[in-house]
């Protein structure tokens, strides 16, 4: 057996539901709750990315070198 999909209701206030309900139209998005999910995954996901090290090491020498070259740093 696959795995077993589960959902809960949210609720939006009306009119936010309507502005989503207009600019879904003519995209392939079938319904509000599929657009909605897509968007909290999407932000969801930046999200992660952001709490990643943002500089590898080497990124971050190079910084330093740039900072140093321009005065900012001894």
């Known amino acids: 057996m696959g795995e077993e999909k589960k ?22 998005f079938t319904s509000v709750p599929s657009y909605v999910t897509y968007i ?18 080497e990124d971050e020498e190079r910084i330093k070198e740039r900072l140093r070259a321009l005065g900012y740093l001894d």
């Open 40 to 57: 909290l995954r999407e932000l969801i996901a930046e999200t992660e990315e952001e709490e990643e090290e943002p500089f590898t090491k």
């Open 7 to 28: 959902f809960t209701t949210v609720s939006i206030p009306t009119p936010l539901f309507k502005k989503i309900e207009e600019r879904i139209k003519g995209t392939g």
